[in-house]
């Protein structure tokens, strides 16, 4: 069974956005992307955030990514050693917990 970093049932959540997004060059440790969700709310909202093979990515430079949500927008850090000019493709589901 798989589970959330709150140990609650991924079956307990409804998907309400899908996408991808293309993380830039922020810094030599951070690459940055990010998307409007174009929600009313995201109040109890959290992201399936996942990296996306694409050839020639930062994808092996990559350490972790993590994400923010917030005033309607996500925003995905991807860290690693970067170089200006360095992308990672990620995609990302914005879930609900199902009352």
Wanted: with cysteine.
């Amino acid at each position: 069974m798989l589970v959330d970093r709150f140990g609650n049932s991924v079956q307990d959540y409804e998907i309400v956005k899908a996408g991808r997004v293309t993380c830039k060059y922020y810094s030599a440790q951070w690459l940055r992307g990010s998307v409007s969700l174009g929600l009313d709310t995201t109040s109890g909202c959290c992201a399936i955030v996942s990296m996306v093979y694409v050839d020639e990515t930062a994808i092996n430079q990559t350490e972790y990514i993590t994400y923010e949500i917030s005033n309607g927008s996500l925003v995905i850090w991807a860290k690693g050693n970067y170089v200006s000019g360095h992308l990672l493709d990620v995609s990302y589901q914005i879930v609900k917990a199902i009352d």
